[in-house]
């Protein structure tokens, strides 16, 4: 197998599903109880708690555990809009956005908000300029993701948090993608809240946190009930889960700077092998390393991804959540239909090696000499 679809998701690592199972049948306490066994698991949530503080840079209090990217975009946003009741219904977001927030201020809107919806160039960028010029008086939240799932662009997160300084405008960053990929300081990013997940980083699926920080105060619950997550998200918190979250991300803390110079490795060689195949354009502009968007333009992405599927070479045809429409972040950046048809993303992570890339630029090759265009 030939696994290049780490920006989908990405394997357990051993060390963390170990982690998970020890949590799961010795430490398996509830961290409310008190008696030692809860009191025990309670402790072990706050080390927890810790080692995402201390990869985002952030005090410990500033994190909530959630259960995915999906749940901490969808919270901050109406969150911001909560306490920025008062500011207006205006938000300023980018075309590229992951669905978690495009769907998200699509069901806003249909609540009364008008969001602007800014389109990037042909390469996928979006400035600090042009973000900023759209912000009214009446814009109560500015969301601008990070790092782009498609095509690995990263965004000027710090400058616009520059540019909205007295202004009452807050600002929600989706770093799913970014984190610990592309290395930020919560401090210096400026965002008040900032979304991440574990199953892209080598935990499980179904865990991510929400820094809420900044000038986010009087955080609107998402969940009521037992008061767990400091009264914020009610639930019994998900120890095992957030065990391996955190173990995955110490073991970036740890390896973080080898496993993105690998990842850069790997983002580049690709680059290279893939640039020999006639007629491949590239998509994007692939700042983070992990991922790289490429286009064979008229052959069908998804014929692409099943034929290099079968051969055991998983790449995928733009986001996965995606499901066979033509993507929305290619539309947006204006591609030609037959280029953005026919892109698919590979992207890498600490065990990807060279066989993989090798047997991806092969395989892509081969598909474009066995079959014909067809758009
Ligand atoms: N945001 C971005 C940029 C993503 O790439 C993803 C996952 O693909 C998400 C949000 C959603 O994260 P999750 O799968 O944890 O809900």
């Known amino acids: ?10 394997p357990v690592e051993p060390a963390v599903a170990e982690e998970m199972v020890r949590v799961m049948t010795e430490g398996f306490g509830n961290p409310s109880a008190q008696y030692a066994l809860g009191r025990a698991a309670r402790d072990r949530l706050e080390a927890d708690r810790q080692v995402l503080a201390r990869a985002l840079d952030c005090r410990r209090e500033q994190v909530v555990f959630t259960s995915c990217g999906t749940e901490g975009d969808n919270w901050a ?77 990263r965004y000027p997160v710090e400058e616009i948090a520059a540019g909205l300084r007295g202004r009452p405008a807050l600002l929600h960053t989706d770093a799913v993608q970014g984190f610990l990929k592309v290395p930020f300081s919560a401090r210096t990013l ?26 986010a105060a009087n ?81 069908p992405s998804q014929n692409i991804v099943t034929d290099l599927g079968e051969q055991g070479i998983y790449v995928s045809a733009g ?23 026919g892109t698919v993303r590979l992207s890498f992570g600490p065990a990807t090696t060279r066989e993989d890339i090798d047997a991806a630029a092969e395989a892509l090759d081969r598909h474009r000499q066995m079959r014909f265009p067809m758009l």
Not at 219 to 244: D, F, M, V, Y
Not at 264 to 278: M, T
Request: glycine content about 12%.
């Open 1 to 10: 197998m030939h696994y290049l679809d780490y920006a989908a998701t990405t």
């Open 77 to 153: 946003i109406r969150a911001a809009l909560w306490q920025n009741r008062r500011v207006g219904k205006h938000i300023v977001t980018t075309a590229v956005e992951h669905s978690a927030v495009l769907e998200t201020l699509r069901a806003l809107e249909g609540e009364g908000y008008t969001v602007t919806r800014l389109r990037p160039d042909s390469q996928g960028n979006i400035s600090a300029a042009q973000v900023l010029e759209a912000v009214r008086e009446d814009t109560a939240l500015v969301t601008v993701m990070l790092v782009n799932n498609e095509t690995g662009n």
């Open 190 to 215: 400026g965002a008040d809240f900032i979304t991440v997940s574990g199953h892209k980083l080598g935990a499980p699926k179904g865990v991510g946190a929400l820094y809420i920080g900044g000038r």
């Open 219 to 299: 955080t609107r619950p998402l969940l009521c009930g037992g008061g767990q997550e400091r009264g914020l998200r009610s639930g019994t918190e998900a120890t095992a889960q957030i065990a391996g979250f955190a173990r995955a991300v110490s073991l970036w803390l740890e390896q973080g700077e080898e496993r993105r110079a690998h990842l850069a490795w790997c983002r580049d060689y690709a680059r290279q092998r893939l640039g020999e195949i006639e007629g491949l354009t590239f998509v994007g502009q692939a700042q983070a390393p992990h991922i790289l968007s490429v286009s064979l333009p008229g052959y």
């Open 319 to 341: 986001s996965a959540c995606h499901k066979g429409k033509l993507s929305h972040v290619l539309s947006a950046m204006g591609l030609p239909k037959r280029t953005a048809a």
